[in-house]
């Protein structure tokens, strides 16, 4: 089955497009059913998780409203919610389908689809902010804002839910992310754990960076206020950046200078730290 997805060499990932989404879900059935037989001690958990599912998003809405559970809102009752969201809006659904293929495609400790559905609190918490996002958007600020409260929680990621987020994410890790109110986030952008998408003070208004396609943000980097960091940019590692960042450049440093540039047009894709 691994086999035929795409895999984590640069060199087959400009050649090979990524899998549809019926390739995704099929492609989790059968790692569910696979794993079911091999480890009888999650059987129950994997039937209850994935292949009592019909399609992607019952089991989304399934997982989803399990992992954020709480004494004051019960699983049943959020999957309601989770449910008729995704049920309303397709789009979710895709986006979480394109996460999971760029997290197997780009995270070399991935090796199945099923895997970051069902463990990696990076895609957990991407999705919930997917269904606070769009709750924010229809008047319901209250259930989004607690939906955040319990993403922070439950994942250690705090994602406002009025941020703009693309498809096809990778939040290697997770631990750690913010992403504040005004971001506006690309399509394909790799952010590894304890990055800060923050503002610089008590300012209102459009406050929080703008982060273009295919950037690939190192780990513990904070960029702070409304700058914008280009399409296929680089930020390494601990970089502390308060100034634009030109498209296909990479930063380091505090505060960011740049220092080089990638070594690919698209480094999100390819996760490589080196600069040329």
């Not at 990932?13 to 549809?20: D, I, Q, W, Y």
């Amino acid at each position: 089955m691994t086999d035929n997805m795409t895999g984590n060499n640069p060199a087959k990932a400009k050649t090979k497009k990524l899998p549809s989404p019926e390739e995704i879900w099929s492609c989790i059935r059968r790692e569910a059913n696979k794993e079911a037989e091999n480890e009888p001690i999650l059987a129950s958990f994997l039937h209850a998780t994935i292949l009592n599912h019909g399609d992607f998003a019952s089991a989304l809405a399934f997982h989803l409203s399990d992992l954020l559970n709480s004494a004051t809102a019960s699983a049943l009752s959020l999957r309601e919610v989770i449910d008729k969201t995704l049920a309303e809006n397709p789009n979710l659904v895709t986006a979480a389908l394109n996460d999971v293929a760029a997290i197997r495609d780009r995270d070399s400790a991935c090796a199945e689809c099923g895997t970051p559905f069902l463990y990696y609190k990076g895609f957990h918490a991407l999705q919930t902010y997917r269904i606070a996002h769009w709750l924010w958007n229809n008047n319901r600020q209250e259930l989004a804002f607690f939906l955040q409260s319990r993403g922070s929680i439950c994942f250690g990621v705090d994602i406002h839910p009025a941020a703009i987020i693309g498809h096809g994410l990778m939040l290697d890790h997770a631990t750690g992310i913010v992403i504040g109110e005004t971001c506006i986030i690309g399509n394909n952008v790799s952010i590894m754990q304890s990055v800060t998408l923050g503002g610089t003070g008590k300012d209102k208004g459009d406050r929080h960076p703008k982060i273009g396609e295919g950037v690939l943000i190192g780990a513990g980097s904070k960029i702070l206020g409304n700058i914008h960091v280009g399409e296929g940019a680089q930020v390494c590692a601990g970089s502390v950046v308060l100034k634009d960042v030109p498209p296909h450049s990479a930063v380091a440093g505090v505060p960011a200078k740049v220092v080089g540039k990638p070594n690919e047009d698209m480094p999100s894709l390819f996760m490589n730290q080196q600069l040329n």
